[in-house]
């Protein structure tokens, strides 16, 4: 068995942390590293004890869920609150960074930002984190180890089995079944 590279073992656990997301419109992981230790994670959510979008529905004004602390926020704000020092310390986010947390990212000495997926990416914040000298790299994540899909792979390669065993499948319900098929086991 191959060993799991640093990039992708902190890219995971950013996964991992969006997992624990309480937004029904986006689910965010970030994990801060600084000298190839894990010094903080944080992922989007309600204040500690406030309700839950997933329980009571998001929060939103002009567009965006206003009862949530993003990811990046929430790891900076755990460094803050136990004395933990950012500076020069690195951070894999699952998304791209939005605007406010790009900022609060280069005030708090992080020197790179490795994300997973663009997200909205914008321009101002390239350019910001461009200005200050963070480097921000695209680490894909290379395999789904939290995998979401598990129970739906598995019901629906039920159901594929089942078709199949009908034997008068046509042409372009075959051709769906494949899709799907190949978008859940890509
Ligand atoms: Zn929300
Ligand atoms: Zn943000």
Known sequence: MSRISWD???????????????????AVGATIVRDK???????????????HCSDEGCYVIDNHCVRTIHAEMNALLQCAKFGVPTEGAEIYVTHFPCLQCCKALIQSGIKTVYYA???????YAIELFSQAGVKVEHVKLEKEYPDQNTQKKR????????KLSQDNINQDEMNSLQNEADRLFR
Do not use: W
């Not at 894990?38 to 309700?51: H, M, Q, R």
């Not at 019901?155 to 089942?162: A, P």
């Open 8 to 26: 992708q073992y902190y890219m995971t656990q950013s996964h991992l942390l969006a997992l624990r997301s309480t937004c029904t419109r986006l």
């Open 117 to 123: 997926v663009d997200y909205k990416n914008h321009p």
């Open 37 to 51: 230790r894990i010094i903080a994670g944080g992922y989007n959510g309600s204040i500690a004890g406030g309700v």
């Open 155 to 162: 019901e629906f390669v039920t159901g594929l089995l089942n």
